[in-house]
């Protein structure tokens, strides 16, 4: 995973992680002076070739990873450290009380260094490169990109000091890009296969097209929204989605893709309710995975549900139960619901009896109790949602997890961070290819 001049330069001018130590001297009260070096811990570290001239090198840094090591080390990264981080055994870093953004900022500059060798490797053997090598790359990039969405969305609420979003979703979109680079070589390299194999191909790539997709309608709608367009006035930024996918010549081939696609067309169409039915109809790791790279425009997309609602109804100061309201937000915790229309400027009752006969009150509303109080709509023509509210990062596991239960070995870090359990997390970024 790292050449043994960078090692052995790197303990001496001490730059070891505690992730790269021997474990009697990896705890985080060890000072770095005093870390020793454990060989088959480290890894290559990522380095800027123009950060200036304080930057050491290495006699071999120019030797590029193989394939089988570059996969080896996404593997150790993502596996032994970001998701096995609580558990015991060899790589035990749980009594080192890492907390999940420091984890992830180890990961990250270690995956960064991983994308350095993956690009030199396409575009230096790019002649030489053998299927299996594309496939392995392809096997790479997966890992790296799942791990981007699920650390993501879990760091969401970290402040910036913390956890880097900018540079998460950065390296998330680059190796989205490498991925469809990787996938067109293969397409070159079977081009004169059997239709089968061509379809499984096809259908290893749509689920990144998917994410693809889904991530560029978030940042439409968050960025639309945080510029005062109004909650869902996206304009053009829905043609983008469209160009990006030059591949696509078989609807049937791209069953996540057409997925991705017709939760564009509800949010352009503003068939809100229809998105939400689409979101939670899996609740497997691509449904978990679908639904972490849609997180951030969640309080949009329920803030458009609400000014529609506060649109519709005829007489004023119409008050309907918060249970049904958290139904349509997807939310099936009433205090959260309360939060949340408070925040866009909605009023509740708790004394209230009018309803709308026939209307959201007859709703049949399986499996949410209801909660105490009404949300009066119609009090106020316009509801006001700000920037900082809708732009900021905020977890919902109840919806993102959906219908699969991780609150058993959840645990709050010292950023004050949950962290789901970590057999839930490797089973979301291994996600096999269906």
């Given at each position: 995973m790292c050449s043994s001049s960078e090692a052995t330069s790197r303990e001496t001018d001490v730059e070891l992680s505690s992730f790269e130590s021997t474990l009697l001297t990896s705890s985080t009260s060890t000072k770095n002076r005093?870390?020793?070096?454990?060989p088959s811990l480290c890894i290559k570290k990522y380095?800027?070739?123009?950060?200036?001239g304080g930057v050491s090198t290495y006699d071999d840094s120019s030797t590029t990873r193989s394939t089988d090591d570059l996969l080896q080390t996404v593997r150790h990264v993502v596996y032994n450290i970001f998701c096995r981080r609580r558990?015991?055994?060899?790589?035990?870093?749980r009594q080192h009380n890492h907390t999940l953004c420091v984890v992830s900022g180890f990961a990250s500059d270690r995956l960064r260094g991983v994308s350095v060798d993956v690009v030199q490797n396409q575009y230096a053997n790019a002649a030489v490169q053998t299927l299996e090598d594309l496939e392995r790359t392809f096997e790479i990039l997966s890992l790296m990109i799942r791990y981007h969405i699920v650390a993501g969305y879990l760091c969401c609420e970290a402040i910036q000091s913390k956890f880097q979003k900018r540079f998460n979703d950065q390296a998330c979109m680059s190796s989205l890009t490498m991925l469809f680079g990787c996938f067109r070589g293969m397409l070159a390299q079977n081009s004169n296969s059997v239709p089968d194999h061509q379809h499984q191909l096809k259908r290893k790539v749509d689920e990144f097209l998917c994410y693809a997709a889904l991530r560029h309608l978030c940042s439409v709608v968050c960025d639309d929204a945080g510029n005062g367009g109004g909650f869902l006035d996206v304009g053009d930024g829905y043609t983008a989605i469209l160009s990006l996918f030059s591949d696509v010549d078989d609807e049937?081939?791209?069953?996540?893709?057409?997925?991705?696609?017709?939760?564009?067309?509800?949010?352009?169409?503003?068939?809100?309710?229809?998105?939400?039915?689409?979101?939670e109809g899996d609740d497997g790791a691509w449904g978990v995975?679908?639904?972490?790279?849609?997180?951030?425009?969640?309080?949009?997309?329920?803030?458009?549900?609400?000014?529609?609602?506060?649109k519709a109804y005829g007489p004023k100061n119409v008050g309907i139960d918060v249970s049904h309201v958290g139904a349509c937000l997807s939310m099936n915790n009433g205090e959260?619901?309360?939060?949340?229309?408070?925040?866009?400027?909605?009023?509740?009752n708790n004394n209230i009896d009018e309803s709308i006969e026939g209307g959201l009150g007859a709703l049949n509303i399986g499996g949410i109790s209801k909660s105490e109080g009404k949300v009066i709509f119609k009090a106020v023509a316009n509801l006001n949602v700000g920037k900082e509210y809708l732009n900021r990062g905020k977890r919902d596991d109840a919806?993102?997890?959906?219908?699969?239960?991780?609150?058993?070995?959840?645990?709050?870090?010292?950023?004050?961070?949950q962290d789901w359990p970590s057999d839930f997390i490797w089973a979301v970024i291994s996600l096999p290819v269906e």
């Open positions: 005093h870390r020793v070096l454990d380095r800027r070739s123009a950060a200036g558990l015991a055994g060899k790589f035990d870093f049937e081939d791209f069953p996540k893709l057409m997925f991705a696609l017709e939760v564009v067309k509800n949010v352009m169409g503003q068939n809100l309710n229809k998105v939400w039915r689409l979101l995975l679908c639904r972490c790279c849609l997180a951030p425009a969640l309080p949009t997309l329920r803030a458009g549900i609400l000014e529609r609602m506060n959260e619901a309360v939060e949340f229309c408070k925040s866009v400027g909605l009023e509740i919806f993102v997890v959906g219908g699969v239960g991780v609150k058993e070995g959840c645990e709050v870090d010292a950023d004050g961070v």
